[in-house]
């Protein structure tokens, strides 16, 4: 067999010669891989880089019909230092674990690709508006697609917070996209308001990796809908970390009452109100939840302002707490409810998350 000095060093036996039936040349042609390779790697920013590669096909065959032979021949690591020092002396950057950019070289067909780490950016959002939702939300009629009930966006709601937060970022970090992980969400009708939301911002395929995080608050905050603060980088555990962690949050109600409530009636019913509260899975989320039975605490019931057949009040509850249910009880889905303490039939007419700890 025919081999390059590099092959016939691993492989032991055969003929060096100027074509290579082993590796095709892979090994010769490293210089020219990297340049090209380097070339793609210039349109992002990066620190670090790792090299991996894919073998298949007919080098994996020749792998196969030489270990039948007892012969090694395991190119992927030799190759991978080779090309991975040839890129470090192009571009003066390390190779490391857990790199800015990934580069997959395939030895079968001699193309490669480049695995953009995401960005990640922690902060907290305050929803000013309601009837936006916090995802991006596909229109039902279309699936996206633009019709007469979505006006043609493809989108159920104007907008979201995940695009209001997003679109910035896309744009400072030159990035293909950006995904908003939110510590639980708000209902579309409830705005966020206090010291907002925790959620982590996930930047994919950012061709700018060093963006001043001041900058990106002002792009976000400047659009009035949608407020962040607190914006520092993260890591992807962040992610795992704010979706897991479960948050008190505090709500301010508007609730109206089907007839006029006395006030001590419902001071006394707010009062007995707090501790567990039974619930299952509301109508309303009923065919996209499973059904079953959640107890959640309920901390605290402040009641700030009550006329006749309206009040606000304060919940402060455990996450996972539905609370427009806590105050109709849903058809004795939630119990104990507000409606069923006091003895009225009652629905939040408005809702707001004020805090989440
Ligand atoms: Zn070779
Ligand atoms: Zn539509």
Redesign the pocket.
Known sequence: MN??????G?IGEGVVAEK?????????RVEEFAEEIVKKMSEYEFETFNVGSRVWGSLKALQEYLSLKGIEYE?KQRFNTKLARAIEEKTGSKRTLNPDITVLFDLETFTFELQIRPVFIYGRYLKRVRNISQTRWLCGYCNGEGCEVCNFTGKKYVSSVEELIAMPAVRLFKARDAKLHGAGREDVDARMLGTGRPFVLEVIEPRKRFVDLKELEEAINSQKWVAVRDLEYTDAEKVREVKTERHRKTYRAKVVFEEKVERERLIEALESLKGEIRQRTPTRVSHRRADRVRVRRLYDARLIHHTGRVAVVEFEAEAGLYIKELVSGDNGRTRPSLAEKVGVNARVDRLDVIAVS
Not at 3 to 8: A, D, F, I, K
Not at 20 to 28: G, L, M, R, V, Y
Request: glycine share 0%.
């Open positions: 081999l390059c000095r590099e092959c016939y691993i290579c039936e082993a590796c095709c040349n892979a090994f010769d190119i």
